[in-house]
């Protein structure tokens, strides 16, 4: 056996095995398959090279497989290896010429090079020589260092939280909307391998600054000399070091005194496993939690006034995640815990475990009953009775649906989307409009995770808002039955994708559909993209309730139809009885719209255009649909727009009559169908070919919230493939004549070796 395991063949075959589960399974990101493919080549001839360097060891390495070949007791097992060997062969071609529906891979530069000089500002800056004026004029832990460090603090919580995020971690709670995702700052491979003037340069021209080498272009960076004063740059930047704990790269050597601080001696009091004192908590909170509940803990601090839902005020002791009785006021420490740790998902407020020590976190939770006030209370908790659990069932989930049309359709809709039947117009305990959960999409749901959540959510309420309690109006059982019927709802629509990219285009026979509701919709596969309202370009807009979208695509020999599905929970169409009826105060309501943006031309490298409305080298048609008006009387507009860059409105055709759309509106969903020939004789428009990688992207105008013009929601780009017709003759044929002509290649080298041992 030992002989057996020390044989260099089986070595090798072992050490080329362990290499492709490193490289395929556990580095991460994964390699792209190109590169694999290249990896394990030069690999596998290493492996060679080495398990043959001697004459001893190559005819020990060969001897397995000369027997194989040639012994005559292995006749079995040659014909076991020729099957192998066949079937092998025919799958790796068959995987590799098969319609993929992965989309294509984009290698992307992550530092790309920067010029030598950057103008902005009206100035000229020589990259190679720009330091950080911030860093010229004070030493790090200086009077005028910390004033920038903090005016760099409230900058990005006002401007860079949404992407990058509260943790500095690329997970901003618009960061799914991204394609690539914002950067990690806290990654020691991100701005610690940096010179500040790369960031600067970064910073101030965003991605419409980014070079060729830098595609495809689809960074949502801001270009922020836009909207930002030079100093104000600099101060970001020196915010984000000092945040992080990173230093700079220099071109020459470090300076001691911008190298990390060592660590203090504990003091008394701090050992490990002592709680914080008073001193440490509150730099705990300064540092972590200031920017968002202020610093008397009121919630204002300087980034709430950008946030929805606003930031907890804790000084009113109010909370509405809590595992308590309704009755009882205050939730436990595990409570306030779990919202600290794991953060509350559609909501600015990240999870802190990945930086917050268990004792960090006991301090936060002594400050926020100390803001309250009830630090010193003795309170007493009544936990929520959960009764005997209910399993999900036909009989359980029926049941569940009738308690839910009589107790929770009025704010949350037939199908759960958040679109309220009642009329009323739902505010917080701090006036606030509030707008209830959409209950298909759980990546919203905020404390609330499995069926026991929910039914505590049922049970206790939410304290602070109209989400009220029902331990009085529903028995334990029935509530159990809400709660299994509440889990089914994400049923009810398409969840977001998980790294999937491609939305596939389905081939039918027959006429498109133009009615939404039109039952061939329900063979076309859907894809569900996260959207992030537009917070790269004035005017811009930092909330909005339409999230998501999902998108449908079908296409004949004529023409193609694409179905974007957006869940609205108002009907905006103006002067209509519903748009009136949950009318906002002070906001002028406009149309619900939609449009779909494609390029005008598909693209032959990994270089698309910019995102928002395309540049100049790389123009987009936008196919727009606006819903009708009540009040103005209008009609549903149809428009056909073409753009060559953000600085100017996209230009409406005077003749789009190639473009038609229609759309419906039904339980907080809004449906439109656009349709168009695959081929038209503008040259402005984009022609459309089967197989081929199409970019497209969304997006939506909310009318209640009064967007329009810059002010909407919008996707990145992802792919459209309209899926090509399959050559069943090349798809079958070539894999099969592959696989033999490998068994014929290996039936000649076992007829050589039974040659030479005749011989």
């Not at 980014?210 to 104000?232: F, N, Q, T, V």
Request: hydrophobic fraction near 35%; charge should be positive; proline fraction near 7%.
């Amino acid at each position: 056996m030992k002989r057996f395991f020390s044989h260099p063949l089986f070595l090798s075959v072992l050490t080329l095995a362990g290499c492709y589960v490193l490289f395929a399974h556990i580095i991460s990101p994964p390699l792209p398959k190109s590169l694999l493919i290249q990896y394990m080549a030069i690999i596998a001839i290493a492996i060679v090279l080495v398990a043959t360097f001697n004459n001893a060891t190559a005819v020990r390495f060969g001897a397995p497989i000369k027997a194989l070949l040639g012994s005559p007791s292995m006749v079995i097992a040659r014909f076991i290896a020729l099957g192998v060997i066949v079937v092998g062969v025919a799958g790796l071609v068959y995987n590799k010429i098969k319609p993929s529906t992965a989309s294509p891979v984009e290698l992307r530069t992550v530092h790309p090079a920067p010029p030598s000089s950057l103008k902005v500002y009206g100035k000229t800056y020589n990259l190679l020589k720009l330091t950080n004026p911030v860093r010229d004029a004070y030493p790090k832990g200086s009077e005028g260092y910390g004033k920038a460090v903090k005016a760099g603090g409230d900058l990005y919580y006002k401007n860079c939280i949404y992407c990058h995020g509260d943790l500095l971690d690329g997970k901003g709670h618009f960061a799914d909307a991204f394609n690539p995702r914002p950067i990690n700052f806290q990654d020691v491979g991100t701005i610690a391998q940096l010179q500040e003037a790369f960031l600067f340069w970064r910073i101030t021209t965003g991605g419409p600054g980014l070079p060729r080498e830098g595609a495809p272009w689809a960074s949502a960076m801001p270009a922020w000399h836009e909207m930002l004063k030079e100093d104000e740059v600099w101060n970001i930047i020196t915010f984000l070091y000092d945040y992080t704990g990173q230093v700079p790269r220099t071109w020459e050597l470090e300076k001691t005194s911008d190298k990390p601080a060592e660590q203090p001696a504990k003091k008394a009091g701090q050992s490990k496993g002592a709680k914080l004192d008073d001193a440490a908590i509150d730099a705990v909170y300064a540092k972590r939690c200031v920017h968002c509940h202020g610093q008397e803990g009121d919630g204002k601090g300087p980034a709430a006034e950008f946030l929805y839902p606003k930031p907890r005020d804790f000084t009113l002791g109010s909370f509405k995640y809590k595992t308590t009785h309704a009755d009882d006021e205050f939730p436990t420490d595990a409570d306030l815990r779990k919202t600290i740790m794991e953060g509350l998902p559609g909501t600015s407020m990240p999870g802190w475990k990945s930086l917050l020590s268990a004792r960090q976190v006991d301090g936060l939770i002594k400050k926020i009953k100390v803001f309250g006030e009830w630090d010193e209370e003795e309170v007493e908790h009544t936990g929520i009775d959960l009764g005997t659990p209910v399993k999900s069932s036909p009989g359980s989930l029926k049941k569940g649906r009738e308690l839910f049309v009589k107790a929770c359709v009025q704010c949350h809709g037939e199908n759960g989307r958040g679109n309220i039947t009642s009329g009323k117009k739902l505010k917080d305990d701090w006036e606030d409009r509030i707008w209830p959960r959409n209950l298909t999409r759980p990546e919203t749901w905020r404390y609330t995770k499995t069926a026991t959540d929910v039914f505590q959510r049922i049970s206790a309420g939410i304290r602070s808002t109209p989400m009220p309690e029902h331990s009085t109006t529903m028995s334990v059982e029935d509530r159990w039955h809400v709660a299994n019927y509440v889990m089914t709802l994400r049923d009810n629509a398409v969840q977001l994708a998980q790294g999937e990219t491609v939305i596939n285009g389905l081939r039918i026979d027959g006429d498109l559909p133009s009615d939404p509701n039109d039952p061939k919709w329900q063979k076309a596969p859907a894809m569900t993209f996260a959207m992030a309202p537009n917070i790269i370009k004035e005017p811009r807009l930092f909330f909005s309730l339409n999230d998501s979208v999902t998108i449908r695509a079908l296409f004949n020999d004529k023409d193609v139809a694409v179905r974007v599905d957006v869940d609205d929970r108002t009907y905006s169409v103006p002067g209509d009885k519903l748009e009136i009826q949950y009318r906002q105060d002070g906001i002028t309501p406009t149309r619900d719209s939609i449009a779909v943006q494609l390029p005008a031309v598909i693209p032959q490298t990994s270089e698309k255009p910019w995102f928002r409305h395309g540049d100049k080298k790389h123009a987009v048609n936008m196919w727009y649909w606006a819903a009708p008006s009540v009040e103005p009387k209008d009609a549903a507009r149809t428009m056909m727009l073409d753009a060559k860059g953000p600085d100017k409105a996209p230009a409406p055709r005077k003749d789009g009559k190639s473009l038609s759309a229609k759309g419906a509106w039904k339980d907080g969903q809004w449906q439109v169908v656009f349709k168009r020939s695959l081929k038209t004789d503008e040259p402005r428009d984009l022609q459309f070919e089967e197989g081929r990688y199409i970019p497209l992207s969304v997006a939506n105008w909310d009318g209640v919230a009064g967007e329009k013009g810059g002010r909407h929601t919008f996707t990145s780009w992802y792919w459209l493939k309209l899926e090509a017709r399959e050559d069943k003759l090349s798809l079958y044929g070539i894999p099969l004549g592959s696989g033999l002509l490998a068994g014929l290649l290996f039936l000649g080298l076992v007829r050589q070796q039974r040659r030479k041992l005749r011989s």
